[in-house]
């Protein structure tokens, strides 16, 4: 004869398996949620770190595929408004400034623009755990432009950020 399981029981074995998915599934949902990372630009000629800042994130350059400028200088941010940073090295440089969450896998703030020293308004949305799309604009979004990134491998991430420093 055979014995029966106890509802109980079966309950239980529900709650666990249903932890068990929370703790394996969680973090990977999470993480689309999030521009944390580091992105390469569209173009694939830049990488940024998206990291937290304080109370917001913000954006820091750390891989650029030209680094040096045609004389073989390291590329400075010569167009910068600020005299006293157009001697600031563009590879290191913080281009994305407090963002803050606006709505779901969207977060708002500033983007700064080497090639012209501009500051506009900007936005991130996460699209996948693979893709972000990053909005600059001055006024209203649809006088902007936008781009596409892609997430960087977390195992050529210290390849990118040590092409970085050794530009320093």
Known sequence: MAASVPENFLSICHRVFTAFLLVV??????LADTPEGI???QDKDAALTITNCGKELCGRIIWLESPQDQNGSMRLDQ??????????????????TDLQPSGPATWDG?????EDGQTYNGSITVLSDSTL????????????????????????????????????
Do not use: M
């Open 25 to 30: 599934l969680l973090p990977h949902i999470a």
């Open 39 to 41: 992105w390469l630009t």
């Open 79 to 96: 167009n910068n408004p600020d005299p006293a940073k157009q001697s600031q090295r563009i590879c290191g440089l913080v281009v994305i």
């Open 110 to 114: 500033h983007v700064y623009n080497p």
């Open 133 to 168: 799309e990053l909005e600059a604009y001055i006024g209203l979004p649809i006088f902007g432009k936008s781009q596409i990134w892609t997430r960087v491998n977390s195992a050529d991430a210290g390849v990118i950020e040590y092409n970085c420093l050794i530009h320093r």
